[in-house]
T-cell receptor, first 112, second 110 residues
Framework: NAGVTQTPKFRVLKTGQSMTLLCAQD?????MYWYRQDPGMGLRLIHY???????AKGEVPDGYNVSRLKKQNFLLGLESAAPSQTSVYFC???????????FGPGTRLTVL | RKEVEQDPGPFNVPEGATVAFNCTYS??????FFWYRQDCRKEPKLLMS???SGNEDGRFTAQLNRASQYISLLIRDSKLSDSATYLC???????????FGPGTSLSVIP
C-alpha cells in the first residue's frame, strides 16, 4: 500500500496563478484533511471531508477550494495564489474510531 | 490563550537522559488526545494516543490530566533517533476540530 500520496512535491507560482494539489489514499478512509504548516504556527486545518462528495471548511479556508469526487482523492485548489499562501501543505486521511491521521509527504509551495 | 500550547523548545539532552514534554489545552470538552512526531522536513506520524488512565509504549509514557487540562509525554533512555519535533494534538467534540500544537523540538546529543 502506498498510504497517502501527494502531487506535486514542490511548486513555485507567481501571484495570481492557479493550481491544484492532489491527494490520494488507498486505505479506504472516510475522512480526509488538508493542512498548511508555517514556521511557529503548527498545522492549521484548511478544509476537510467526511466522505465522498462532501467537504467542509476548517480553520483557514479563505483562498482555497476543495473537491472530493472520489473517496480516495481529495483536491485542494488555489484560484489566485498570493504570497501569504507560501507554505508546506499536508494532506491526511483517517477514520473512526481510532482517529489516527495518516499524512502524505507534503507539498512545498512558494508564491512569488 | 491559544487552544493548544506546548513547552517552548528546543530541548537539548544527552543520550540516555529522561525528558518530559507538557501540553495544555483550553477546551475542557476535548475528547481525544495524541502525540505525533515530525522529523525535519517530513510529515507528522502518530507516536501514541493518550488515554485517560495513561499509557506506555516502550520508552514512551503519555499521561492525561483532564482536571488541569494538560497532557504529558515522557521519554526515557533517550536515543539519537528520538531527535524530532513532538506535536501535541487535541480533538474536540467532533472530527472537524483537530488542533495541533506548535510542537517542541528535541535534540538528543551523543
Amino acid at each position: 500500500n502506498a498510504g497517502v500520496t501527494q502531487t506535486p512535491k514542490f511548486r513555485v507560482l507567481k501571484t495570481g496563478q492557479s493550481m491544484t494539489l492532489l491527494c490520494a489514499q488507498d486505505m479506504n478512509h472516510e475522512y480526509m484533511y488538508w493542512y498548511r504548516q508555517d514556521p511557529g504556527m503548527g498545522l492549521r486545518l484548511i478544509h476537510y471531508s467526511v466522505g465522498e462528495g462532501t467537504t467542509a471548511k476548517g480553520e483557514v479556508p479563505d483562498g482555497y477550494n476543495v473537491s472530493r469526487l472520489k473517496k480516495q482523492n481529495f483536491l485542494l485548489g488555489l484560484e489566485s495564489a498570493a504570497p501569504s499562501q507560501t507554505s508546506v501543505y499536508f494532506c491526511a486521511s483517517g477514520m473512526a474510531p481510532q482517529w489516527e491521521q495518516f499524512f502524505g509527504p507534503g507539498t512545498r509551495l512558494t508564491v512569488l | 490563550r491559544k487552544e493548544v500550547e506546548q513547552d517552548p523548545g528546543p530541548f537539548n539532552v544527552p543520550e540516555g537522559a529522561t525528558v518530559a514534554f507538557n501540553c495544555t489545552y483550553s477546551n475542557s470538552a476535548s475528547q481525544s488526545f495524541f502525540w505525533y512526531r515530525q522529523d525535519c522536513r517530513k510529515e507528522p506520524k502518530l507516536l501514541m494516543s493518550v488515554y485517560s488512565s495513561g499509557n506506555e509504549d516502550g520508552r514512551f509514557t503519555a499521561q492525561l490530566n483532564r482536571a488541569s487540562q494538560y497532557i504529558s509525554l515522557l521519554i526515557r533512555d533517550s536515543k539519537l533517533s528520538d531527535s524530532a519535533t513532538y506535536l501535541c494534538v487535541v480533538m474536540e467534540t467532533s472530527y472537524d476540530k483537530v488542533i495541533f500544537g506548535p510542537g517542541t523540538s528535541l535534540s538528543v546529543i551523543p
